[in-house]
Nanobody
Framework: QVQLVESGGELVQAGGSLRLSCAAS????????MGWFRRGTGKERKFVAA????????YYADSVKGRFTISRDNAKNTVYLQMNSLKPEDTAVYFC?????????????WGQGTQVTVSS
């Protein structure tokens, strides 16, 4: 079992940067693929980025490619989402998630979310 806690969300101006963190409990974190998802107000939750257990392979939604970077530090049981060149449409609650199968499989464990608001 993995418990996930996100942090780092806040209000930022368009063009700014934020780094989200997701701290995981449990000894099996390093064997889990991790992902970031987001849900805007009144919208469905959507995939943002994912990373393999080793960190060697990453995936991104087209809408964030080139602006966001997912990374992980298995020694710290933490996954990060570096967000640059933020746009108002990036405003959403951001969730991290984990699974034991791989970055493109369904996710079993979810955090509570952290709010990111980008002002224009």
């Amino acid at each position: 079992q993995v418990q996930l806690v996100e942090s780092g969300g806040e209000l930022v101006q368009a063009g700014g940067s934020l780094r989200l963190s997701c701290a995981a409990s449990g000894r099996t974190f390093s064997s889990y693929a991790m992902g970031w998802f987001r849900r805007g107000t009144g919208k469905e939750r959507k995939f943002v980025a994912a990373i393999s257990w080793s960190g060697d392979t990453t995936y991104y939604a087209d809408s964030v490619k080139g602006r966001f970077t997912i990374s992980r530090d298995n020694a710290k049981n933490t996954v990060y989402l570096q967000m640059n060149s933020l746009k108002p449409e990036d405003t959403a609650v951001y969730f991290c998630a984990g699974n034991s199968q791989g970055p493109l499989y369904s996710y079993d464990y979810w955090g509570q979310g952290t709010q990111v608001t980008v002002s224009s």
